[in-house]
C-alpha cells in the first residue's frame, strides 16, 4: 500500500458518545423539530427497563412515540416489513433503532423499504445510496457493543432462504447516541460475542485488501481498545470504563466496515448461520484462526505490522510478531466460549457445497487479503468439520 493510492473517505453523521446521554434524546429531537417518533427494538429490552428510559426521554420534551418490539436475534424480513407498515400506518417523522445489531439492522431494512419501495431483498447487490422521496431522520442508540451497525453502511438481515446484506449510505444512521449505560445490564457471554466481532471486523479490515490507510489506524485504534477492555468488560460487568472502552472499539470497528469492508472471517460465517442458528461472535470464533492460518501464508508481513503497532511484540522476526497477534486474538476468542469445530452447531460434511457457495457470493470473502477461490473455501470449511 502505498499514501498516494486513490482511496474514498465516508464519515458517519453525528456522535454523542458518554454516560447519560441517551437521555438528552427527546431534547434532541425537538430541538430538530421532530415531535413523533418509531423506536425499533426488542421484548427483552423493553421488560429490562431501558425502552421505558428512552420513552422516558423522550416524553420529557414532548415527543409523541410507538415502538416495533418485535425485532428477533437474528432479524429476518418479515420483522423489517412489520416495521415498515407500522412506520407507514403512523404519522412519525423519525426513526429511532434502540438495541444491538438486530434491531439497528432491522431498522436498517425499514429504510431501504421506504426508499425503494421494494422489499428490503431487492436491495441485496445493489446500493442504496439515492432516493426518489425524502429520507427520515434516523437515530441509533446501540445497547450491545460489537456489531458496528450503529455507524455502518451495511445491515445483515435473514429472509426464509438465508442471510444476506444489504448496504448503503442512506443505510447509515445519521445521529448515533452512545451511551456506555445501556450495555450495563448486558450479561457476560453477550459482552464477550459483541466484542468479539468488533475485533473481527477491526483486523479483517485492517488486513483485507481494500486501501484506506485512515480506516487501518481506525482499526488498530479499535483493535486496542478491545485488547485493554474487553475481559474487564467480561468479568467487571458495572466497570464503567470498560464498558465505554468496547463501546468506542464497536464504533470505530463499524467506520471501518464502512470504509473497506470485512475479510472471510465474515464471508464464510455469514453462510453459515444461513444452514443453522448460531450466536454471532461464536461463529466468527470458531471460524477466526483458520482464516488467520490461511491468510498467515501471504500475509504474516501484515499481521506482524499490526502486532508491532499494536505494543504486542517488539520482534524482528516477522513470524514471531505474526504469532503474538494471533495468540492475542486467540485469547479474545476464547472469552465467547465458542465451539471448536461447526459441527458442533449442526454443520454437517453435506452442507459445505452450499455453505461453499454463499461464501462466494460475498463482498467480504472476495476482499480476503489473501484470494480465496472455492476449492480453497471448501477445504476450510471441511477442516472445520
Same mark, same amino acid.
Given at each position: ?27 434532541? !429531537? ?36 410507538? *415502538? ?6 437474528? #432479524? ?15 404519522? $412519525? ?20 423499504? +421506504? !426508499? ?23 437515530? *441509533? +442508540? ?6 458496528? &451497525? %450503529?455507524?455502518? +453502511? ?5 429472509? #426464509?432462504?438465508?442471510? $444476506? ?19 450495563? &445490564?448486558? #450479561? ?10 468488533? $475485533?473481527? @471486523? ?33 468479568? %467487571? ?14 464504533? !470505530? ?12 472471517? @465474515? ?12 450466536? @454471532? ?8 484462526? @483458520? ?6 501464508? =501471504?500475509? =504474516? *508481513? ?10 504486542? &511484540? ?10 503474538? /497477534?494471533? %495468540? ?26 452450499? !455453505? =461453499?457457495?454463499?461464501?462466494? /457470493? &460475498? ?11 472455492? =476449492? ?10
Amino acid at each position: 500500500m502505498s499514501l498516494a493510492d486513490k482511496f474514498t473517505l465516508n464519515w458517519p453523521g453525528n456522535a454523542l458518545f458518554g454516560a447519560g446521554r441517551c437521555d438528552e434524546l427527546g431534547a434532541v !429531537l425537538a430541538a430538530r423539530g421532530q415531535l413523533s417518533a418509531l423506536i425499533v427494538t426488542d421484548q427483552g429490552l423493553a421488560e429490562a427497563g431501558v425502552l421505558g428510559r428512552i420513552e422516558a426521554a423522550l416524553d420529557g420534551a414532548g415527543v409523541r412515540h410507538s *415502538a416495533y418490539r418485535g425485532v428477533l436475534p437474528n #432479524p429476518t424480513t418479515a420483522n423489517v416489513t412489520q416495521a415498515r407498515e407500522m412506520w407507514q400506518a403512523g404519522s $412519525f417523522d423519525a426513526l429511532i433503532a434502540l438495541g444491538g445489531g438486530s434491531s439497528i439492522d432491522t431498522a436498517k431494512g425499514v429504510m431501504a423499504e +421506504l !426508499l425503494t419501495g421494494e422489499d428490503a431483498f431487492a436491495s441485496f447487490g445493489r446500493d442504496v445510496d439515492s432516493a426518489k422521496t425524502a429520507v427520515p431522520p434516523f437515530y *441509533a +442508540l446501540p445497547t450491545t457493543s460489537g456489531t458496528g &451497525s %450503529e455507524c455502518s +453502511l451495511g445491515a445483515v438481515l435473514k429472509s #426464509p432462504e438465508r442471510k $444476506f446484506v444489504i448496504r448503503g449510505r442512506l443505510l447509515q444512521p445519521a445521529t448515533v447516541i452512545m451511551d456506555p449505560e445501556l450495555t450495563l &445490564s448486558l #450479561p457476560a457471554g453477550m459482552t464477550a460475542c459483541t466484542g468479539f466481532d468488533a $475485533f473481527a @471486523h477491526a483486523i479483517g479490515a485492517y488486513t483485507n485488501k481494500v486501501v484506506n490507510p485512515i480506516a487501518d489506524e481506525m482499526a488498530l485504534a479499535s483493535m486496542r481498545l478491545i485488547f485493554e477492555h474487553l475481559e474487564t468488560a467480561v468479568t %467487571e460487568p458495572q466497570n464503567l470504563e470498560a464498558r465505554a472502552g468496547v463501546m468506542m472499539s464497536s464504533y !470505530l470497528a463499524g467506520f471501518c466496515i464502512g470504509q473497506q469492508g470485512v475479510d472471510a472471517i @465474515h464471508g464464510l460465517c455469514t453462510p453459515v448461520e444461513s444452514v443453522v442458528s448460531t450466536i @454471532h461472535g461464536q461463529g466468527l470464533a470458531t471460524i477466526l484462526p @483458520h482464516i488467520l492460518r490461511f491468510n498467515a501464508v =501471504t500475509m =504474516t *508481513a501484515k499481521y506482524a505490522q499490526a502486532a508491532r503497532r499494536l505494543g504486542l &511484540s517488539d520482534a524482528p522476526e516477522d513470524e514471531v510478531a505474526r504469532d503474538a /497477534l494471533f %495468540e492475542a486474538a486467540l485469547k479474545l476468542s476464547a472469552l465467547t466460549r465458542a465451539p471448536e469445530k461447526l459441527t458442533d452447531y449442526g454443520i454437517t460434511a453435506g452442507d459445505i457445497p452450499r !455453505l =461453499t457457495e454463499m461464501a462466494l /457470493l &460475498s463482498q467480504a470473502t472476495e476482499r480476503n487479503g489473501r484470494p480465496m477461490g472455492a =476449492t480453497d473455501i471448501t477445504k476450510l470449511y471441511e477442516a472445520m468439520i
